[in-house]
């Protein structure tokens, strides 16, 4: 990871966010909105994560954040330290805060293929940055690939959104391989995933089934009506979740044998994950110690994001600045080449929650299961 250094404090359009002093050790991770790091220098850089910002992309980067409700940590490295590579990472965050969306999609194919992958990415995480529901941003990412299927590209992705109003994370997973979640609770991790009862509450299905094949969770591009399922479940201050790309299951133990999903699992086990800034370097060190070849095949990339506390704290004059940066990005997304528009997502939770504070905790105070259509 990135030297250590303390972290700035957000600003987030000025909203009055708790005292930060217990977040250090970590470099700021986001660069304002289409600004891209040019060296390693500029990536360690300290930035402020703005409200209606997307960033990301598939360059190389190393660094960590602290956001209203979570901190990130990313590194992503290309296959042959390209400038750029199949892996693609995103983090947005909507217009008053209480919403981030985190995606990690392991995109088939090369060069000007992927980076228009990547830009189509961008624009969905743009026009869904104010939905509390991710299925219809799921749904239009595998339509979006299933329109480049004719030239064989697809991607597998892992989906989550935390809204922090209630402390609740919706996963989905398009046949990515599963996060894992560290809970403070017992200080353990454990594979989330819709089987695992302990970790995961009633799964919802996002867009149509297939009929007759029972199908789902399959690689965005693949099957035009594919069913994938989103699961829920709620964070405590100091749960971390780690996801990862497929290189890091293909490594090799020193026998030769292929890790997978259970042998990488033991592996972050042995982590000490009291310094989850350092967390992602350990384990990325412990794998190229067990086998010399292991990282050197493909495009490395891995997202750790913990449970910080810090809701959005807005006062009215600060929501009517948020309404007024909202409608600023609509006008831009109406003129020629401004892409699409962020609409909000009609729901109590998000529209009234901006407003009142209670409202946004609407239907989820008693840790009910995320119960929402299908768009």
């Known amino acids: 990871m990135a030297a250590a250094a303390e972290l700035p404090r957000i600003d987030w359009e000025r909203s009055q966010l708790p005292e930060q002093s217990n977040h250090r050790n970590a470099a700021a991770l986001f660069d304002p909105p289409r600004q891209h790091a040019k060296n390693t220098d500029d990536m360690n850089e300290s930035h402020t994560m703005q409200c209606m910002e997307v960033w990301g992309g598939n360059q190389p980067v190393d660094c960590g954040v602290v956001m209203a409700g979570l901190d990130a940590w990313v590194y992503s490295r290309p296959y042959g330290n390209a400038a750029a590579g199949g892996d ?44 509390i529901d991710q299925t219809r941003f799921v749904r239009n990412m595998n339509e979006q690939f299933g329109m480049l299927a004719g030239g064989g590209q697809f991607a597998t992705a892992i989906v989550t959104t935390y809204f922090a109003s209630t402390n609740e994370l919706a996963i989905c997973n398009a046949g990515h391989p599963p996060p894992f979640v560290y809970r403070t609770s017992n200080k353990t991790w454990s594979v989330l995933e819709p089987g695992n009862k302990t970790e995961t509450r009633k799964s919802k299905n996002v867009g149509e089934p297939v009929v007759a094949s029972g199908i789902s969770n399959t690689p965005l591009g693949i099957i035009d009506l594919a069913r994938y399922d989103q699961f829920a479940t709620r ?81 009215l004059r600060e929501k009517a600045r948020s309404l007024k940066l909202w409608l600023g990005s609509v006008v831009r997304a109406l003129k020629p080449g401004g892409g699409p528009v962020p609409w909000p997502e009609i729901s109590l939770p998000n529209l009234g929650g901006a407003m009142v504070d209670k409202l946004g905790r609407a239907g989820h105070s008693k840790g009910e299961d995320i119960e929402r259509g299908s768009g």
Do not use: W
Request: glycine share 8%.
């Open 88 to 131: 693609v990472h995103y983090v947005s965050s909507c217009a008053t805060g209480r919403i981030t969306r985190l995606l990690l999609a392991d995109v088939s194919g090369h060069g000007d293929t992927v980076s228009a992958a990547a830009v189509n990415l961008r624009n969905l995480m743009r026009k869904f940055i104010n939905f």
């Open 235 to 315: 964070m405590a201050v100091g749960d971390m979740i780690l996801c990862y790309t497929d290189c890091l299951i293909e490594c090799r133990d020193a026998g030769g044998g292929l890790l997978g999903v259970e042998g990488l699992y033991k592996i972050v086990q042995s982590i000490d994950a009291s310094e989850p800034a350092q967390l992602v370097t350990a384990l990325l060190a412990a794998l190229r110690a067990l086998n010399p070849s292991n990282l050197l095949e493909d495009d490395i990339t891995a997202l750790l994001f913990r449970v910080n506390g810090l809701a959005p704290r807005l006062t």
